[in-house]
């Protein structure tokens, strides 16, 4: 069974360039997740995914980023424009039940210079 | 908030030693999972403990919590190189996300 796939693995852009980041969860897994690790910090949550619905996006740092799940596949982070605080590690994670063991992708990581 | 809190932040050992690393957390919860991650890779889930659960063994991992102290410590035991890696605590009480806090780097030194 192919797990969680994240793309691409490193993007390095420009200060106010656009980014988007693709995560393809586990099929058959409804939620799907999106973490963040910026640099010596802890990693963060960002948002849920219900299918197409977003259960909870409490965390999505400000209107400059855009995440979409259509048609409850895969999804979709874009960054825009992007800030150089916004370099990390974006991590993609799936489950079939709701906070059960969440398996995760080998995350983005995203340097914006 | 759910959060772990990793202890101790980084720890250095030699091939074939044990190492012992803490987590804490604040609220009651449904169950504590340990995650590791490789440098350059991505998060792998390595045990789970449920809240009515002691100690669970996996491979060389040993898991232990204690609800009454909110902790919970892993044991890798006769570790090799290919253990370095951060380690990562993270607890839910059934309805929350995941929260990790930032977890011990493990050197292991041939």
């Known amino acids: 069974e192919a797990g969680v796939t994240q793309f691409p693995s490193h993007s390095v852009i420009e200060k106010g360039q656009t980014v988007t980041l693709r995560c393809d969860p586990i099929s058959g897994h409804d939620n799907l997740y999106w973490y963040r690790r910026v640099m010596g910090k802890e990693i963060k949550f960002l948002l849920h995914?219900?299918?197409?619905?977003?259960?909870?996006e409490s965390g999505m740092p400000n209107n400059r980023f855009l995440a979409e799940r259509t048609g409850g596949t895969y999804s979709t982070l874009k960054v825009q424009p992007a800030e150089l605080e916004d370099s990390g590690v974006y991590f993609c994670?799936?489950?079939?039940?709701?906070?059960?063991?969440?398996?995760f992708g080998p995350g983005t990581r995203l340097t914006v210079t | 908030s759910q959060q772990g809190e990793e202890d101790p932040q980084a720890l250095s050992i030699q091939e074939g030693e044990n190492a012992t690393m803490n987590c804490s957390y604040k609220?009651?919860?449904?169950?504590l999972q340990w995650y590791r991650q490789n440098s350059g890779r991505g998060l792998v889930h390595l045990i789970l403990i449920r809240s009515n659960e002691r100690e669970k063994h996996s491979g060389r991992l040993r898991v232990t919590l204690d609800t009454s102290k909110k902790s919970s410590s892993l044991l890798i035991t006769a570790s090799r190189a290919a253990d370095t890696a951060s380690y990562f605590c993270t607890s839910n009480s059934g309805y929350s996300t995941l929260t990790f806090g930032k977890g011990t780097m493990l050197l292991v030194s041939p």
């Open positions: 609220t009651s919860i449904n169950n």
């Open positions: 994670a799936s489950s079939q039940v709701r906070v059960a063991e969440q398996y």
């Open positions: 995914f219900v299918k197409e619905s977003k259960q909870d």
